[in-house]
């Protein structure tokens, strides 16, 4: 098993028929906008999702339950978790959807998201995955005439 990829967004909303809809997409990075770096009242509120996508390859046994947990971390110290359950039941599937969140999180300063999934089976550590790349946190500067 491996992560394919990643979105971070700020809400992820369930439909019918397995589907879900990602509202305010973010690209590379969360930007806190200030004309002035001093301007920003620190700690920030964010809210937001992510969306994992993830191939799923031999590691998970068919229509068996495995547990996971994702620990989403921010300049490396744990700011959300999120538990639950999963069950591949084709066995030619070969990527999957977790959608994780939404994560109240306040941040103190710039920095960078990172976050650890594993999944588990009779309390045994099956899969340990980390996230590719940190997702930043930065200040971007605008002049007010623009």
Known sequence: MKILDYIVCDDIRFELRSKFTLVGLYQDSINIEAEHPDDIKWPVGLRFGILLRLLTG????????????????????????????????????????????????????????????CFTQDSKEIVHLESPFPFPVRIRQHSSDQ
């Open 58 to 117: 031999t590691d998970l046994p068919t229509k068996k339950e495995s547990h996971f947990r994702f620990e989403l971390k921010y300049n490396n110290e744990q700011v959300g978790i999120s538990e639950g359950v999963i069950t591949i039941n084709d066995k030619n599937s070969v990527a999957i959807s977790l959608p994780m969140g939404p994560f109240p999180v306040n941040i103190y300063q710039p920095g960078t998201f990172t976050f650890y999934l």
